[in-house]
T-cell receptor, first 113, second 115 residues
Framework: DTGVSQDPRHKITKRGQNVTFRCDPI?????LYWYRQTLGQGPEFLTY????????KSRLLSDRFSAERPKGSFSTLEIQRTEQGDSAMYLC???????????FGPGTRLTVT | AQSVTQLDSHVSVSEGTPVLLRCNYS??????LFWYVQHPNKGLQLLLK??????LVKGINGFEAEFKKSETSFHLTKPSAHMSDAAEYFC?????????????FGAGTRLAVHP
């Protein structure tokens, strides 16, 4: 296991379409995070999972966004009825129970046209 | 609430000269602080972390940062810049929330290194 992976790396979609991204964390990590990074800004926290439980959601996560981690391993982030303002890099990170640092994946760059 | 301010959005240095990337934080208690680097088309990589041990923290690739509580600063330094150091750097404070650590990122400093 070489790190956190995300798929796809790039996604171009038309406004109004639904998109789904996948994140595979480091295998022994039980904590998983999603962040969003817009151009020229630092990443902003979206949501956090401990095992399969979603324990916190940012106010940035509107009702068009949903995240799951059904078996406590990989996670998906779905955006329904995409808007141009959703264009951003979506980053996934994972960490273990005992170590504070989070390890990031390469991100999925979403472009909504 | 915790926050981070990176004082320079862009820093440009010549290869072989020192690097200084400035960061100030706001925290109601003793914080955990990090520096991450982001190269184009690559994920964020942890450079170094401060978690209330030694105030001078050494990281990878020759980078260091010093935690100064009196100045609420955590500046990143490197004695001699390499071309490969050109990237975006983020200062990050960790906020405890419900038993885990939420990362609060600064806006980033883009480092350019010229030959």
């Amino acid at each position: 296991d070489t790190g956190v992976s995300q798929d796809p790396r790039h996604k171009i979609t038309k406004r109004g379409q639904n998109v789904t991204f996948r994140c595979d964390p480091i295998s022994e990590h039980n904590r998983l995070y999603w962040y969003r990074q817009t151009l020229g800004q630092g990443p902003e926290f979206l949501t956090y999972f401990q095992n399969e439980a979603q324990l916190e959601k940012s106010r940035l996560l509107s009702d068009r966004f949903s995240a799951e981690r059904p078996k406590g391993s990989f996670s998906t982030l779905e955006i329904q009825r995409t808007e141009q303002g959703d264009s951003a890099m979506y980053l996934c990170a994972s960490s273990s129970q005992t170590v504070r640092e989070q390890y990031f994946g390469p991100g999925t760059r979403l472009t909504v046209t | 609430a915790q926050s981070v301010t990176q004082l320079d959005s862009h820093v440009s240095v010549s290869e072989g000269t020192p690097v200084l990337l400035r960061c100030n934080y706001s925290s109601s208690y003793s914080p955990s602080l990090f520096w991450y680097v982001q190269h184009p088309n690559k994920g964020l990589q942890l450079l170094l972390k401060y978690t209330s041990a030694a105030t001078l923290v050494k990281g990878i690739n020759g980078f260091e940062a010093e935690f100064k509580k009196s100045e609420t600063s955590f500046h990143l330094t490197k004695p001699s810049a390499h071309m490969s150091d050109a990237a975006e750097y983020f200062c990050v404070v960790s906020e405890k929330s419900g038993g885990y650590n939420k990362l609060i990122f600064g806006a980033g400093t883009r480092l350019a290194v010229h030959p």
